[in-house]
């Protein structure tokens, strides 16, 4: 039986994958997507948005929202997770994912190994978002988000070459530090060593 159904078959009626995307970068928000999906339902081709083509990721973005019964976005913004540090500005992009969901989750399923702080019972599911639907779902929703804003951003600091590496630390944009400074998208926790220099 697959994880949903199991849960599911325990009482819950409103069972939601969470996922997140942009924990690892130097530069912008970390986004969470919660998803809840029809009993049942079969998404062919929706899988751990880290397998998938940035292309296939934009058809199964609108996809997956057209087939959701419900999905939200939540973010933490970069002087959240400077603030608070990475793990708890996930975890509060995540509350807020929830929070944003058009009907009330009654249950998580949540990618990784930890969680903390939701209001509903959760589960975590270690590598989720290639073993149950709803989380494959919002990492895509999660992943395609974040690079839409940082797209976005990228007219701003075009300096930065966001559009390419998203804020992740790539070579070209640790030289582009080098040169140009940080900007306001840049969290300077992740970056205390070049900012000691």
Not at 15 to 24: K, L, N, S, T, Y
Not at 85 to 92: C, K
Request: one cysteine or more; aromatic letters at 8%.
């Amino acid at each position: 039986m697959d994880k949903e159904a199991e849960i599911r078959a325990q009482g819950f009626a409103a069972v939601c994958g969470i996922d997140e995307a942009g924990r690892g970068p130097l530069a912008g928000p970390v986004v969470a997507a919660a998803v809840i999906l029809p009993d049942g339902i079969e998404l062919p081709g929706v899988n751990d948005s880290k397998k998938i083509t940035e292309k296939k990721r934009e058809v199964l973005f609108d996809f997956v929202k057209e087939h959701a019964l419900a999905w939200g976005i939540g973010e933490a913004s970069e002087a959240e997770i400077d603030e608070i540090n990475i793990l708890q500005a996930t975890f509060l992009a995540m509350r807020r994912a929830v929070d944003a969901l058009q009907i009330s989750a009654d249950f998580a399923l949540v990618d990784g190994n930890r969680i903390s702080g939701l209001d509903i019972p959760s589960e975590c599911v270690i590598g989720g978002d290639g073993k149950v639907l709803s989380i494959a779902a919002a990492s895509i929703l999660a992943k395609v988000t974040r690079d839409h804003y940082m797209r976005e951003m990228a007219k701003q600091y075009p300096q930065y070459g966001f559009e390419k590496h998203k804020g992740y630390g790539t070579k070209a944009h640790y030289a582009a530090i080098e040169q140009y400074g940080i900007c306001p998208l840049h969290r300077k926790t992740f970056l205390k060593k070049v900012l000691n220099k």
